[in-house]
Nanobody
Framework: VQLVESGGGSVQVGGSLTLSCKASGNAAGSHCMGWFRQVPGKKREEVARIDIDDIAQYLPSVKGRFTISVDNGRNNLYLQMNSLRPEDTAKYYC???????????????WGQGTQVTVS
């Protein structure tokens, strides 16, 4: 298992959570890492990505509320989520891929996901 997420859980509206993702093996050190989320029956959506220059991009609905970050070795990825809303409820997936930030292709490596529930 190359990407392992943690930190999900249940939180009240307006609360905060921080998701973590531990990368190992070929996923460690990836040039591009990010977070997706998916609700059953709905299309998955990209939440945020961060490239090799630590430039981040966000889904418009989370911009200003979520912050993506990565450690120097690009072994640990984080997503700080503030001012959470019910519509943020989803399973969140960590992704890693050297080329993902340069294309529209789906990333090649995915974690198992961690559930976030806001109510």
């Amino acid at each position: 298992v190359q990407l392992v997420e943690s930190g999900g859980g249940s939180v009240q509206v307006g609360g905060s959570l921080t998701l973590s993702c531990k990368a190992s093996g070929n996923a460690a050190g990836s040039h591009c890492m990010g977070w997706f989320r998916q609700v059953p029956g709905k299309k998955r959506e990209e939440v945020a990505r961060i490239d090799i220059d630590d430039i981040a991009q966000y889904l418009p609905s989370v911009k200003g509320r979520f912050t993506i970050s990565v450690d120097n070795g690009r072994n640990n990825l984080y997503l700080q989520m503030n001012s959470l809303r019910p519509e943020d409820t989803a399973k969140y997936y960590c992704v890693a891929d050297d080329l993902f930030c340069l294309s529209d292709d789906a990333p090649s490596r995915w974690g198992q996901g961690t559930q976030v529930t806001v109510s």
